[in-house]
Each structure stands twice: as C-alpha cells, then as structure tokens.
C-alpha cells in the first residue's frame, strides 16, 4: 500500500471499511465525520448516483482527526499514509507551515509575549494575522503568558540531570503546556516535588501530532527522532519518561511503538534474551513465536508496519515502556502507598472530561481516582467513551475545518452545559482550547487542583477559609 498513489490508498480504506460495514452503526452515534462521509460515498456509488472522485477521497482522509474511536488502529494509520500522499504529491497550502509547528510558534512568539498579544488581540491585526495563519476568523486565541514553562524551568535548574538515586522523572510537558499555558506543567513539576521526586526537563521537541494530522510525515520524524534520542538518553540515566499532556503520552506509549514488536530486530534481541527494551510494561504483548522468522507467509502477517517503521523499533519499544501519563504515575505511587496524601481541601463543584488521547492509552481514569483524595471536590465524570471535544490539533483553527469542528464537539459542550460546572477539568489542553472557545466556564487541568490541594493543606485552610480535615 505504501508505494500506491494517495488515491488508491485512500480508496483501499473505502473498501475495506464498506466490506466490513461495523462502524455505519458504531460510528453512527459518535462525533467522527470521517465514517458517516465514507457510508455516504459508498451509498451514493452503490445507487449509481456517482462514482467516488479522487477529490472526494482527499477531502474524506482530511476529516480524520486521529480521535481514536473508532477500533481499528491500522485504518487510522493507513488514513494518516494516505493524507502523507496526498500532502507528498500535492504539497500543502503555505499557511499550514506556519499552523502546524507549534512549538516554533510559541517560541517566536515567547520573545515579545507582549507584543505578541498585543498584535494577536487587536482588532485589525488580529484578524490579518489569522487570515494569513488560514485560521478562522472566530477562533479565539489565547493570550500568551509572560513567562513559557522552559524560562521558568531553566530559572529552577530544572533543565539539568541529577544524579539522586530515588524516583526520577523526566517531563515531557508538550507544547501547549509550555508555550500557552505554563501553569500546567509548572503544577506537574510542584506535585512531583512533593512527593520527593526529582524532576528533569529533557530537551524535547513537539511530540508530532499536530504535523501528524496534517500529514507532514517528514517534520513528524524529525521531531520523533529528536524526542528519542533525547528521552532515550534519560531513560538510560535512570529516569521515568512522564507526560503532563495526554496526546504527548499517547504519541510516545502507544503510536511510537506501534507494530514495532513485530519487527525482526525485537524478534531477534528476544531470541537472543537481551532485549534492551525489556521492563515491566509486557502485560498484553502479542506472542511472538520465533518459529515465524523464516516462514514467509508469517513473516508478511507479522511485520513492523507502524506509522513510524522507518525509526529504530528497540528505541521505540524502550521509550514506549518507559513512558508513563502523569496522572498514571501519580496513581501507580497511591496504590504503592508512596502518595503523599495531605492534601487540603478545595471546595469546588466540578466536571472532569477524560479526553480520546487518554482512554487509548487504556490506564482508566486515573485523575477520576486521584480527585477522589481531595477533600472538598464534588465531581460529576463525563462519560468520554462516545465524545470528542473537536478541536483535532491545529486542525480545529484552520479556517476549512472550524465548522466541522464545532460541530464534532456539540455533543459534549451540550453535555457540560447541563452540569454547569463552577469549573471544568480536563487533562487534555488542546480540550482546553475548544472549551475556552465553546464554553463559558473556567477550565482547569487536575494536575492543578492536586497542586491547589497540596498548597491548601500547607497553609492549613482552603479557599473559603475553613480548616481542612486532611491536613
Ligand atoms: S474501522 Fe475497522 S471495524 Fe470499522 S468499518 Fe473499518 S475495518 Fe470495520
Ligand atoms: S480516528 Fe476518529 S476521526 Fe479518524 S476515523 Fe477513527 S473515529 Fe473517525
């Protein structure tokens, strides 16, 4: 499929999905625009109303937005090759350039935070700017903070390894999280602190989805490559690899190393009983029996065909096993009884929305859990097993797709309306965007209340001024 024009492989997932026929109905009821266009397409071929173009089968790969809903991994994967075709053959419209780096944006615009906003907000300007960006004109953007998470760390020293001996972590914070809004990874790195773990702020580079979405397959690997090398490298220096934001985590555990345990070279160092990826994440793996090296038939059923095949599979197999969503993390350290559990109280009646990129990862809820602990919360959980916020990256903001978008998170907005939170939590902050955008409620990543709450407890008295039970 990889040597075929876009068209065909585009086409190829019409027709696998049309045979299959599964998601007409299980995709019915969800936000997904991708399979009510594919059915669609297909009826109107079927009635003979006309045939399926080359034009409807760009268009159709472009309403994929990587949500993971739906239950096959490898038709995401070959919707994301055949969008990578169409972008290699066809080239991109300039403005995605700009869109799709948002790491290179938040860092041009971290020089004059100021200015930034002062261009970005203005009537005139702001609307200019959009128009080139090809954003929509009614997208909201965020205001920018004085201060990115990477300034901040660097002040603490955070950027340089230690060489303690008790928990580690390295921080992949993401670059939403440390270009817009900075308090998120700074109340990560404050709860770790906390608990007596030592964190570190490795090099790092987008983590790829958004140029993933887009089909940018070639900025996609560079930024893969630069993260492992430089994640690998902590890894081996005895660090846990933590993620503050859930699709950062999904594209380092799970899209990474995709198919990778399939690939000669696992076969070979598990032969060999020296795989250097080996740890204790191996609940759930494929039985690999090394009867099948040799056997051709086999050897063409099991094969590395990841998104990423081209990278180093032992590299991504190590990161993937060293790679832990925070939320994750801190309830892996609960159910040790290594939580520091004195947390003050925060009285708050919330809603907690678990984004897509958190139950692909196939942890639960471990935020659900650990609100649980803080005394004062009164949580009511959105059910996120059939809703998506619609935001889909960057691709939210661009001026084609805003509609669609909008439209995707309907359901859910309608949903948190009902509960009419006093505030919102997600972990998601790409979420957090669309929400700012769609609702009127503030919005809060757990990770901050869990610093709220440990803050509480010190000074003895939460918001209102009650004294706390817990501490
Ligand atoms: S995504 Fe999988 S289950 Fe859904 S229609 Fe396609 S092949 Fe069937
Ligand atoms: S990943 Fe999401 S948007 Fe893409 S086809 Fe699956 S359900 Fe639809």
């Known amino acids: 499929m990889r040597d075929s024009t876009p068209e065909r492989m585009a086409r190829a997932v019409v027709d696998g999905c049309a045979d299959c026929d599964i998601c007409r109905y299980l ?11 594919l059915y669609r397409l297909c009826d109107r071929e ?25 239950p096959c991994p490898n038709v995401r994967a070959d919707i994301m090759r055949a969008k990578h075709a169409f972008v290699t053959r066809d080239g991109f419209a300039p403005n995605i350039r700009i869109l799709e780096d948002v790491e290179r944006m938040g860092k041009i615009c971290g020089v004059s935070p100021r200015l930034a906003n002062t261009l970005l907000q203005g009537a005139h300007t702001g609307v200019a700017l959009k128009r080139l960006a090809g ?58 602190e906390r608990n007596g773990i030592e964190v570190y702020l490795p090099e790092q580079r987008c983590c790829g989805m958004p140029s993933l979405l887009e089909g940018d397959q070639d900025l996609t690997f560079a930024f893969a490559s630069f993260n492992m090398e430089h994640l690998e490298a902590a890894v081996d220096a005895g660090y846990d690899v933590v993620c503050s934001c859930p699709t950062c985590g999904y594209m380092l555990k799970s899209v990474l190393s995709d198919g990778a ?17 080996g740890t204790d994440r191996s609940a759930g793996e494929p039985r690999i029996s090394l009867r099948r090296r040799g056997n051709p038939v086999l050897e063409r059923l099991y094969k590395d065909d990841g998104y990423f095949v081209s990278l180093d599979p032992l590299k991504r197999i190590k990161i993937s096993r060293h790679t832990y969503d925070l939320g994750e993390y801190l309830l892996n350290l609960h159910r040790t009884g290594n939580l520091n559990e004195r947390l003050g109280s925060v009285s708050l009646r919330v809603a907690y929305y678990p984004p897509c990129h958190l139950r692909e990862q196939k942890i639960g809820e471990p935020y659900a859990d650990l609100l649980g602990l803080v005394p004062g919360i009164a949580m009511e959980r959105i059910d996120g097993a059939f809703h998506c916020c619609g935001i889909s990256g960057i691709m939210g903001f661009k001026h084609d797709f805003h509609d669609v978008s909008v439209a995707m998170g309907s359901r859910l907005m309608e949903e948190i309306r009902t509960i009419q939170p006093e505030r919102l939590l997600t972990d998601c902050l790409s979420c957090r965007l669309q929400f700012h955008q769609l609702l009127p409620y503030e919005v809060s990543h757990p990770i901050e209340i869990l610093s709220e709450a440990y803050k509480n407890c010190e000074q003895g008295a939460h918001p209102r001024g009650d004294v706390t039970e817990a501490c």
Request: with cysteine.
């Open 27 to 37: 995709m019915a009821d969800t936000p997904c625009a991708l399979f009510p266009e």
């Open 46 to 70: 079927a009635e003979r109303d006309g045939s399926i173009t080359a034009g409807d089968l760009k268009k159709l790969v472009e309403l994929c937005n990587f949500c993971a809903l739906c």
């Open 135 to 192: 954003i929509h004109r009614e997208r909201k953007i965020p205001l920018l903070p004085k201060e990115n998470f990477p300034a901040w760390a660097r002040g603490k020293g955070l950027h340089v390894r230690q060489e303690g001996k008790g928990r580690k972590v390295a921080l992949f914070a993401g670059c939403t999280g440390q270009f817009l809004f900075p308090e998120v990874p700074k109340a990560a790195v404050k709860v770790l």
């Open 261 to 277: 345990l399939y690939s000669a070279e696992y076969r070979d160092a598990v032969k060999g009983g020296n795989s250097s990826a």
